[in-house]
């Protein structure tokens, strides 16, 4: 299972710093990479960040320098640190298991201020 289990978004201020953490279970955890991504209205589902097994990092040049993603095996958690969020940050946002499951959370809407 996955499940973002910290709601870090909901509407957040121009300019803010929000944390979104994801719970994937079921797995060996230390044996997927894991991924965020998200949904604008109107536009496709983008990969926001992806950390791999070793803990290497691969970014959106959108959001490359202001969003960082991480993992703890221990907990089998990741997490989508957000800062200087723009408008354009605005989306649903996804946590994804790597494969060979791919297995998708359930989302949860990051909405900036205007």
């Known amino acids: 299972q996955v499940q973002l289990v910290k709601s870090g978004g909901g509407l957040v201020q121009l300019g803010g710093s929000p944390r979104l953490s994801c719970e994937a279970s079921?797995?060996?955890?230390?044996?997927?990479?894991m991924s965020w991504y998200r949904q604008a209205p109107g536009k496709q589902r983008e990969l926001v960040a992806r950390?791999?097994?070793?803990?290497?990092?691969l970014y959106a040049d959108t959001v490359k320098g202001r969003f960082t993603i991480s993992r703890d095996n221990t907990k089998n958690m990741s997490y989508l640190q957000m800062n200087s969020l723009k408008h354009d940050d605005t989306a649903v946002y996804y946590c994804?298991?790597?494969?060979?499951?791919?297995?998708w959370g359930q989302g949860t809407q990051v909405t900036v201020s205007l």
């Open positions: 950390i791999t097994t070793d803990g290497g990092t």
């Open positions: 994804k298991t790597g494969s060979p499951n791919n297995y």
């Open positions: 079921g797995i060996a955890f230390n044996f997927y990479s």
